[in-house]
Nanobody, 124 residues
Framework: QVQLTESGGGLVQVGDSLRLSCVAS????????MGWWRQAPGKEREFVAA???????YYEDSMKGRLTISRDNAKNSAYLQMNSLTPEDTAVYYC??????????????????WGQGTQVTVSS
């Protein structure tokens, strides 16, 4: 059973950058579709970014210019670089994994495994 552990969140200022990490254990994620999601207080969980096994990325349109998703299969990890953070980015960020080659990157239901989340707070 694959388990995902996120890290890298924290309290930052407006305009700062953060790099979130997701490390998998219990199995290789080298062929998995990896996703990042976030949930702000009182809001639904929303898609942020995803990356296929071959490195093809997907981004939420409104955040596209500020994000870079990447993966290192040798380290069984995925990463999310976020730049120019604003208070609207405050949320718990979750890593997710879909073990199939296909699957809709934008659909939460496509992901089988989820991490516990890491809090990102952007202070003005």
């Amino acid at each position: 059973q694959v388990q995902l552990t996120e890290s890298g969140g924290g309290l930052v200022q407006v305009g700062d950058s953060l790099r979130l990490s997701c490390v998998a254990s219990g199995g290789s994620i080298s062929t998995y579709l990896m996703g990042w999601w976030r949930q702000a207080p009182g809001k639904e969980r929303e898609f942020v970014a995803a990356i296929r096994y071959n490195g093809y990325p997907y981004y939420e349109d409104s955040m596209k210019g500020r994000l870079t998703i990447s993966r290192d299969n040798a380290k069984n990890s995925a990463y999310l670089q976020m730049n120019s953070l604003t208070p609207e980015d405050t949320a718990v960020y979750y890593c997710s994994a879909n073990p199939t080659y296909g699957g809709n990157a934008y659909s939460a239901g496509a992901y089988r495994h989820w991490g516990q989340g890491t809090q990102v707070t952007v202070s003005s």
